[in-house]
């Protein structure tokens, strides 16, 4: 047998590999011209990229080294103060207090609008076609209202002497006359309308997009669990929420840095009162920046924000890409 040759079970035989090409050997056949099409045509979204989101990142981080202030605007004077504006930000009771209430506001709104958003993809699927169309039609007009409208609204919503909600309350007889309430000017309920405006907000997304994922788990493993004599909520907890584990974890990714960064619902219902109670991180950063016009600490504080930010959804996103391998 030719060494060349390899038999095979039909008694043909195939041609040796061809041994590799040894190192410095000249490559055989023309030598392909690099095409430079693609980049070009990336070009212009890398460019849009660099203006409205790497440009003002390296701003932002530049001014938090300086002291730039209200004076600095008129005159262009500044000085480089280094890492002296963190190290005012981290020595400020102020800044402690903010970040406590951010995270446990932020926990609250996540946890609350992934349940009840759970709760409305599972309904979904128990609705028929007609009502299940009129739900997700509602759901997406509540999701599409901007959120400075929706706050407007909200916050007339629950104005003293004249809002529906103080009247409707009243109405029950169940807590009194709370006609002429302020809900801005009492924290807990400050916090209780901001959390039921923005949870409002975002479980039509959650909803929307859990729904989507669930209408792609097969029927059979349902049947097979039911056979196996699983009960409803059984089966919701061992088959479904597996199925639903990665979309779970990227719209809580998402809530996450959604809520950690909420600004407009807290400031134009409550302006972060009474007495800077409902002044999370964004509400510190804006009035010491553009209020207080100290507008190097206020960049310091955005950067620690957004540090803080990263950390927070590393784990997240570690366990999204972990959970998709699983699968």
């Known amino acids: 047998m030719s060494p060349s040759t390899v038999p095979v079970a039909s008694g043909e035989t195939m041609a040796a590999a061809e041994s590799p090409r040894q190192p410095g050997a000249p490559r ?32 932002l981080v530049f001014l938090s080294l300086t002291n730039y202030d209200q004076k600095s605007l008129f005159t262009g004077e500044f000085a480089e103060v280094g890492l002296g504006q963190y190290s005012s930000i981290f020595t400020d009771p102020e800044f402690l207090r903010s970040l406590v209430r951010t995270v446990l506001f932020a926990t609250a ?4 609008s992934v349940a009840i958003g759970m709760g409305i993809s599972q309904l979904l699927t128990r609705l028929g076609t007609v009502m299940r169309y009129v739900v997700t039609i509602v759901l997406i007009f509540a999701w599409a209202v901007p959120t400075v409208a929706s706050s407007l609204v909200w916050d007339w919503l629950f104005q003293p ?23 801005a000017q009492d924290p807990v309920l400050a916090y209780l309308a901001i959390w039921l405006l923005i949870v409002w907000q975002a479980v039509p997304f959650i909803g929307l997009t859990l729904n989507a994922a669930q209408t792609q788990v097969p029927e059979e493993y349902f ?3 039911r056979l196996d004599g699983a009960s409803e909520w059984g089966i919701y907890w061992r088959v479904t929420i597996h199925f639903l584990k990665p979309t779970l974890l990227l719209v809580t990714i998402l809530s996450v840095i959604w809520d950690f960064n909420v600004f407009n619902q807290i400031w134009l219902v409550s302006h972060g009162g009474p007495n800077n109670a409902t002044a999370t991180l964004g509400i510190w950063t804006y009035k010491t920046a553009f209020i207080g016009f100290h507008l190097g ?9 957004t540090v803080l930010l990263m950390i927070f959804t590393a784990y997240y996103i570690r366990n999204l890409v972990r959970s998709g391998e699983e699968l």
């Open 28 to 59: 055989s056949g023309p030598k392909r011209k690099r095409n430079f099409a693609p980049l070009w045509l990336l070009s212009p979204a890398a460019l849009v990229l660099l203006t409205i989101t790497v440009a003002p990142i390296v701003l």
């Open 109 to 112: 709104l996540v946890a609350g």
């Open 161 to 183: 002497g004249y809002g529906v909600v103080n009247w409707l309350l009243t109405q029950t007889h169940l807590f009194g006359d709370l006609t002429d309430v302020d809900w």
């Open 223 to 225: 049947e097979a669990a």
């Open 297 to 305: 600490e206020g960049a310091a504080i955005a950067v620690v924000t």
